[in-house]
């Protein structure tokens, strides 16, 4: 068919938004077969098991639906990227279509790669993490194909990394190197749960991060600890003993300027915490503890920068005795960052911290780094979302601050400059990650409405070239 002019998609945009969200219903049961034979493909990308594979029968699917899909070869998995529409207003869709290793098979359900509908729900590995969620803008643009038959008026760039387990070292690097492709008005993505929160509900923000390996080393070899334990160096005390000057009496960073760069919070975050459902966070008891450590567990949560001491290793842990002085120690530190902190100011105190303090012998890697971002509730955008979640599911989202975060985000925030929205298609107890993997199929077809939804709505705000969201 012809294009549509202006006015015309304008007066089909207004009153299509109830076909569309029928179409989806209409055509649920076969996005879930789609889903399937998509999470049925490994896709593993520690090992490369199924990647390309599964890259190549995702790019078949888009291509089914009318997008012309091709590979961004990165060096390591491709980037799965198309292009719907051409407008300047532009929308980029990010996903991941890699999966973490299923693990031990006898602790699943059902088998991780046969995608199995039970209680409501798709188990598999991969269902929720990012398939599912992912898929759904696919089939968002699929419905909206049935009912508009033409590609929307503005423009949707679709990109689905390979690697977003293995930490986006390569599709970072590609971005970095083609920033230009990227650039779009906003970052859209469903790569989440909404963690306590059983309603739909939208993230603000994804906190930075720092991760960091400490070494310390001893003697070339074990010495007899009766002899020698009080007379050579232990690294094992030594990386403890550090460790312990990087945190006060209650727990807070104690690296000096740690916090100097941080902005002031606005006011508005701190009420999207205070109204958070009363089951966000469950009482400590039900995690297997005794107590948090703060007193004000969600405060911390969100408004606090923080370490946490992912791990330690050293020395002999095996079954009995083994008297001897350990020859080295491995710590692993994770930086939970706010807005202005920045890793790589961090991981320079970090270092004059323990010089200052006489650890200049402890060496720090850097393994992972990414600065925090964050957008306003009164983001176009943010609006948008709020709105067609709103529609969707018949009552309004709940605002979360933040989530933790990293990888391929931090490089959208700090190389191209994106404003970056994460809107989970996911329930609570997703389990991602684990053998209990599964996604609500609830979850699943209302995520695609809300795709298509927002879909709608940033068409009609960019036919009329308003900042806010259009109407509904």
Not at 300 to 321: A, K, Q
Not at 442 to 454: D, H, L, Q, R, Y
Request: with cysteine.
């Amino acid at each position: 068919m012809a294009s549509r002019t202006e006015a015309e998609w304008i007066a089909a945009l207004e009153t299509g938004g109830p076909a569309l969200l029928a179409r989806v219903e209409e055509r649920a049961d076969e996005y879930l077969r789609w889903l399937i034979e998509f999470a049925s493909i490994p896709s593993v990308s520690a090992t490369g098991e199924g990647v390309r594979e599964c890259a190549g029968h995702l790019r078949e699917r888009m291509r089914g639906i009318g997008l012309d899909a091709e590979f961004l070869e990165t060096g390591a998995h491709p980037i799965v990227w198309a292009s719907a529409g051409a407008h300047e207003r532009k929308l980029l869709v990010y996903g991941h279509y890699d999966v973490v290793p299923a693990g031990d098979a006898d602790e699943w359900p059902f088998p991780p790669f046969e995608p199995t509908v039970h209680d409501g729900s798709l188990w598999g590995r991969g269902v929720g993490d990012s398939k599912g969620q992912m898929i759904a803008h696919l089939c968002a643009l699929a419905a909206w194909m049935d009912v508009f038959g033409e590609l929307p008026p503005f423009q949707i760039n679709f990109m689905f990394d390979g690697e977003d387990e293995i930490g986006c070292g390569d599709t970072s690097d590609y971005i970095r190197a083609n920033v230009e492709r990227f650039r779009a008005d906003f970052l859209y993505t469903s790569d989440a749960s909404t963690l306590g929160v059983w309603d739909p509900g939208l993230f603000l923000g994804i906190r930075g991060a720092l991760y960091v390996e400490l070494h310390a080393t001893g003697a070339d070899i074990e010495w007899h600890s009766g002899s020698y334990g009080s007379i050579l160096p232990n690294p094992v005390t030594r990386m403890a003993q550090a460790i312990g000057t990087m945190l006060d009496a209650d727990g807070r960073v104690a690296i000096a300027g740690f916090r100097d760069e941080m902005l002031p919070i606005p006011e508005e975050l701190y009420g999207f915490a205070e109204r958070l459902p009363a089951g966000f966070l469950p009482p400590a008891e039900e995690f297997g503890v005794r107590a948090f450590e703060r007193e004000d567990p969600l405060g911390s949560m969100f408004f606090e920068p923080r370490m946490c001491v992912c791990g330690i290793e050293g020395g002999y842990t095996g079954e009995g005795l083994k008297m001897a002085v350990p020859t080295s120690a491995t710590a692993k530190l994770d930086f939970a960052l706010l807005p202005g902190q920045r890793p790589s100011r961090v991981a320079e105190l970090l270092r004059a911290h323990l010089d200052r303090h006489g650890y200049d012998d402890i060496g720090i890697t850097v393994l992972s780094d990414a600065p925090p971002s964050g957008v306003s509730s009164d983001h176009r955008l943010v609006a948008t979302a709020i709105d067609a979640l709103h529609e969707v599911w018949g009552r309004p989202p709940v605002v979360i601050p933040s989530i933790g975060g990293g990888g391929v985000f931090a490089t959208f925030v700090d190389a191209v400059g994106l404003d970056c929205l994460l809107v989970p298609y996911a329930q609570p107890d997703m389990q991602e990650h684990s053998a209990q993997e599964h996604l609500s199929l609830e979850w699943f077809v209302n995520g695609i409405k809300t795709s298509a939804e927002i879909f709608r709505r940033l068409s009609l705000s960019a036919l009329s070239g308003a900042e806010g969201a259009g109407s509904a």
